[in-house]
């Protein structure tokens, strides 16, 4: 046993340059290697979730102008409407009017020629009461002449 005591300690003699090397070499590959590497690897998440921060932002941003934005145009398009609406009403009351005037008019020239119709009409009659009496007095001449020349000839025959 004292044997493999004695090769266990001249391996540990032995193995101290390699674990004070190894010590050495993880204290410096720290220093050197991971230390930059975790800042660097620090600052890039800070970079990031920074990046990330504005980015958040400014869609909040992009978002709230763009809702801006939605508004202001659906106001415009409603005044729009409103305006539109107004023209229509506007055009439709001129038009109602128009038409009422149309109206008028044509029942005045309907008045005027109604009452030109009835007063031809009245002429008209004049004129046939008038024609029919001297027509009634033609035939009464012309039947009375008839029987008159009838009459002289009948008693003339006698």
Known sequence: MGDILRQLGQLLVQTIPTVIFVFLLMIILERLFFAPLGRVIKQREEATSGALARARAQSEAA???TREYEASFQAAR???YRMREANR???LSERD???KRAREESDV?????QAELASQVEA???DLIADSKALAEEITESVLADT???AREGSAAD
């Open 63 to 65: 978002a709230a102008k």
């Open 78 to 80: 409603q005044e729009v």
């Open 89 to 91: 009403r506007a055009w």
């Open 97 to 99: 009017e128009r038409l």
């Open 109 to 113: 020239m309907i008045k005027s020629a």
């Open 124 to 126: 008209a009659k004049r």
């Open 148 to 150: 008159t020349a009838a």
